[in-house]
């Protein structure tokens, strides 16, 4: 067990006990020990929202829910079970998943795969597991070519500090016709989380893959780092469905990149309706000629919240393509900000992009924007972008409530429509999900 004094606060300490518990290889302990001594060496970002409430010093970095994972529901402890349903992840695993994994605050508590799936060779485990188990597999490729463990302040200490999270493996032509889902809930107050997601499709494969987050709301506030790393080989195709619904005093920053391979596709849909403070870019590095990546996603920013939030794509085959499409919706003076970047190198010849930014303000005191990045650098290159920020049409507002809605059904009808091409991007029962969290923002 842990110094209660120790659980606060990046140190060596801590990383050292979080390795030894976990009983994980020396090359592990090295990449925590080099990304902690990063961390210490750089200062923090001077771009984007105000990090000025984040206390790293009083934070507790590792918070084990002291069960053991199962793999039979009922073997899970009731308190914890009891969150889980709540938030109806067996309901959801019956009726529609090929496998879940749950994790609470540090550690995985449930993981199961369907027996269809392991006989055709995929791998589903939480990411302790997968360290212990395939080592040579996870170290090829934990923080390695995709996202390294230098690239900003956050990934450093991701890097350090990581615990649990989801490892997938999908085999050569193998179609995981079920989408796979982890669900990660933070409980403890002033806590940070750090979860590790590591996808790889290898050829011609196929996956989705939904990941949900929740906390509950404190006084004091919190942190989330988690870092996504997905390998889409040649002609493989992978989906990753985020729907996140942070308690409005946690830090939300989160790291999520992709490699793409030749005549293949990568689908980034993500919703975020909660967090006082989100920066969230999922990324794209087409590599491979011909590969293909989409970004859909919604955030709403309400009361005391900043949502800064976009996406990266970087263009290196040739005859590759890009779509970004961002909705974004302020309310009560919420500030959202849509951050992206478009950089096509010079051997991508025949490069296509599109980007295409929507914001809907709801009052007068709320702030949307849209701050793109271009950088093209050749000429046989198609890019175009659209952003557009307005007002709620009062005409249709009218004529809604003239039908017999109240004001809020109204704009909530009219919120509806605006999100529906993102909203119809999610399986069925996870659009429901989005549109219940998005009947509680209204």
């Known amino acids: 067990m842990l110094n209660s004094a120790v659980q606060f606060g990046p140190t060596e300490e801590l990383v050292r006990h979080i390795s030894a518990v976990k009983d994980e290889p020396a090359w592990m302990l090295d990449l925590r020990l080099n990304a902690l001594r990063l961390w210490q060496e750089t200062p923090m970002p001077t771009w984007g929202p105000d990090l000025s409430g984040l206390d790293f010093s009083g934070m507790s970095y590792f918070a084990d829910p002291l069960v053991d994972e199962q793999y039979s529901w009922s073997g899970v402890p009731k308190e914890i079970k009891q969150t889980f349903i709540d938030l109806g992840i067996p309901e959801a695993e019956r009726e529609y998943l090929g496998g879940v994994g749950a994790q609470f605050d540090s550690g995985s508590v449930y993981h199961h795969l369907k027996a269809t799936l392991e006989a055709?060779?995929?791998?589903?485990?939480?990411?302790?597991?997968?360290v212990e188990k395939y080592p040579e597999l996870v170290r090829e490729y934990f923080m390695t070519s995709c996202v390294a463990i230098g690239e900003h302040k956050f990934a450093m200490l991701h890097a350090a500090c990581w615990s649990g999270g989801t490892?997938?493996?999908?085999?050569k032509g193998v179609t995981v016709e079920l989408p796979l889902q982890a669900y990660f809930r933070m409980n403890k107050m002033h806590s940070a989380q750090f979860e590790h997601t590591l996808i790889i499709a290898d050829e011609e494969s196929s996956i989705t893959y939904i990941e949900g987050c929740s906390a509950p709301q404190y006084t004091a506030s919190s942190l989330h780092a988690g870092c996504v790393e997905i390998f889409v080989k040649r002609n493989a195709a992978v989906r990753y469905i985020s729907v996140e619904n942070w308690s409005k005093n946690t830090f939300n920053l989160n790291t999520k990149k992709a490699i793409i391979g030749a005549d293949a596709r990568m689908t980034w849909v993500g919703g975020n309706m909660g967090s006082?403070?989100?920066?969230?870019?999922?990324?794209?590095?087409?590599?491979?000629d011909r590969g293909k990546s989409e970004a859909l996603s919604v955030v709403v920013a309400g009361a005391g919240q900043v949502q800064d939030v976009g996406a990266k794509v970087i263009h290196i085959g040739k005859d590759t393509s890009s779509m970004i499409r961002s909705k974004s919706i302020s309310k009560d003076g919420g500030i959202s900000h849509y951050r992206g970047l478009v950089k096509i190198l010079p051997m991508a010849i025949g490069a296509t992009t599109h980007v295409q930014c929507d914001g809907l303000l709801l009052d007068n005191n709320s702030i949307s924007s849209a701050l793109p990045v271009y950088k093209i650098e050749n000429a046989h290159t198609h890019a175009a972008h659209e952003a557009r920020v307005g007002r709620v049409d009062m005409e249709a507002l009218f004529y809604a409530k003239s039908r017999g809605l109240s004001e809020a059904e109204a704009i909530r009808m009219l919120v509806g429509g605006f999100v529906a091409p993102i909203a119809a991007a999610l399986p069925l029962e996870y659009a429901i999900e989005f549109n219940r969290l998005l009947d509680l923002e209204f």
């Not at 055709?120 to 997968?130: C, I, R, S, Y």
């Not at 490892?167 to 085999?171: E, G, L, R, T």
């Open 120 to 130: 055709k060779g995929v791998l589903f485990e939480n990411m302790d597991t997968a």
């Open 167 to 171: 490892f997938i493996y999908v085999p």
């Open 276 to 288: 006082k403070v989100s920066m969230l870019y999922p990324s794209s590095v087409l590599l491979g």
